[in-house]
């Protein structure tokens, strides 16, 4: 199908598998996030809130939309995956995919809240940085841009997490002091009896939603994931969607190329105007190229990959000159850049059904096993006393409220890091910072610091090492 010998084909299938055991392991490792609350606050039984939450796992990632598979996809610039040589291409697959899935399960036998957005981010940027050093490179093949945006998604939703559930906290004691709902809510659970069916209704619902957003945003990195490893290997077949109707192009290139022409060149640097100049001139070649289509299969399969990388290029050029002070456009003018490159970006940025549903069983399945290290970590480590109602709902809905805020924009979170500092959130909020232990903080905080840079070495030392012997 894909044109490729047998040997080939064994290897993008066997980087698929490996791609799909990513995320199944990516599923495992973040069971807890969901259920450790309904497990501990007895709402649900183990064994039923693994299925309920590995069920909406997979309705989550059919509707998350590719966004943040995009992002992740866009992390490492087409100049990466210019060189189509199966070795190398295969090169950079491998790297990325050991790296990843050895961190994960090493950190989830050691019971640590490890997110898996930090480690296949960090691979890729390992990856990138390693793309670099050799010798026939072009330039450091990392968008520092998509990964500064990624970076401060990371960072700021733990402590939007913490913070937010500190206050919601204090609100429901606030309004509930002094009715039995508030004993009720801030009580011990019972060992065994299930909570009075209102709370348990909450409960179950915080979880459900946790489930269904870590789905969206989780499988989008997975999706992202084999969206790279198809474009890698076959790009001829994977560089464009086959099924996006071009006939509207030609005019979106033509008014990019009108635009761009308006431009005063003449406060610009030597460089800008060198890339102001090649953005009009593909524009105006892609609008001749796409004038004469019906359909993307049109296109030669040896072609599909250079209109690729002119589309990234213009769209990357346009948003570079955009921030230029020198470059003045209009408010309309830009606008109408913004849409058709949006527009444009349709025909790149996309993923086959079958991706998706793969990642969708790998999740789902995933997040069915494999759940009690991780989660006892969770409901027993994090706190010094046995998490109550209040704190187990507080906990998720804030990081469902977190996580399908970031989905929306686009932006790739780490399940782990919100829920784990919504729970420490809910403990000290309980009985302040002395309600914490330490020993489990620290561990969970030098996990957070280690990992960005231990797969980013790994994953780029590899990359190196195969490119060397392949």
Request: charged letters at 15%; glycine letters at 8%; one cysteine or more.
């Given at each position: ?5 047998t ?14 055991s ?26 039923m ?21 995009m992002?992740?996809v ?8 210019v ?64 990964a ?41 659970p ?103 289509l ?7 399969q ?16 346009i ?43 790998s ?14 970590t ?46 420490a ?18 561990n ?12 980013m ?14």
């Amino acid at each position: 199908m894909f044109d490729l010998d047998t040997g080939s084909t064994f290897l993008l299938i066997l980087c698929l598998l490996a791609a799909c055991s990513f995320e199944f392991v990516n599923g495992f490792h973040d069971t807890a996030n969901a259920v450790a609350t309904v497990i501990y606050t007895n709402t649900l039984k183990p064994w039923m809130a693994v299925i309920w939450s590995g069920s909406w796992n997979f309705f989550g990632v059919f509707v998350g939309g590719i966004g943040v598979a995009m992002g992740i996809v866009n992390l490492l610039p087409v100049e990466t995956l210019v060189d189509q040589n199966m070795t190398h291409s295969l090169s950079m697959v491998g790297a990325l995919l050991l790296t990843a899935i050895f961190w994960n399960l090493l950190t989830w036998y050691l019971g640590l809240p490890c997110s898996s957005s930090h480690t296949l981010i960090g691979s890729i940027l390992g990856v990138g940085l390693a793309y670099s050093l050799l010798p026939d490179s072009s330039g450091v093949a990392v968008n520092w841009a998509k990964a500064e945006e990624i970076g401060i998604s990371l960072l700021i939703s733990p402590l939007f997490g913490f913070s937010v559930t500190i206050v919601l906290m204090y609100l429901i004691r606030v309004t509930t002091r002094k009715s039995p709902t508030g004993e009720m809510l801030f009580a011990e659970p019972h060992k065994k009896d299930p909570p009075p069916w209102w709370i348990r209704s909450i409960l179950l619902i915080t979880c459900t939603l946790v489930s269904f957003f870590h789905g969206s945003n989780d499988g989008q990195k997975g999706i992202g994931l084999i969206m790279l490893i198809l474009i890698g290997i076959v790009p001829s077949y994977f560089a464009l969607d086959r099924t996006f109707d071009p006939t509207s192009l030609p005019s979106s290139f033509y008014k990019v190329q009108n635009i761009i022409g308006q431009i005063d060149s003449s406060s610009l640097s030597k460089f800008d105007k060198a890339q102001l100049l090649e953005t009009k001139r593909m524009a105006g070649d892609l609008s001749t190229v796409f004038l004469s289509l019906k359909t993307v299969n049109e296109i030669p399969q040896n072609q599909k990959f250079i209109v690729r990388k002119d589309v990234m290029l213009i769209d990357n050029n346009i948003n570079a000159l955009m921030k230029k002070v020198e470059v003045r456009l209009s408010v309309r003018d830009k606008e109408i850049l913004r849409n058709e490159i949006k527009k444009i970006r349709k025909l790149t940025d996309y993923s086959p059904r079958w991706v998706i549903m793969l990642i969708s069983l790998s999740l789902g399945l995933g997040t069915m096993i494999g759940w009690k290290r991780i989660v006892k970590t969770v409901g027993e480590k994090i706190g010094k006393e046995h998490l109550t109602y209040a704190q187990g709902a507080s906990a998720e809905l804030v990081a469902a409220m977190t996580i399908g805020l970031s989905s929306s924009f686009s932006w790739p979170v780490s399940t782990t890091h919100v829920l784990s500092s919504g729970i420490a959130g809910s403990m000290v909020a309980s009985k302040g910072v002395k309600n914490l232990q330490p020993d489990t903080i620290r561990n969970i905080v030098i996990a957070w610091c280690l990992t960005l840079p231990v797969v980013m070495v790994m994953a780029g030392t590899l990359f190196l090492l195969f490119r060397a012997i392949s």
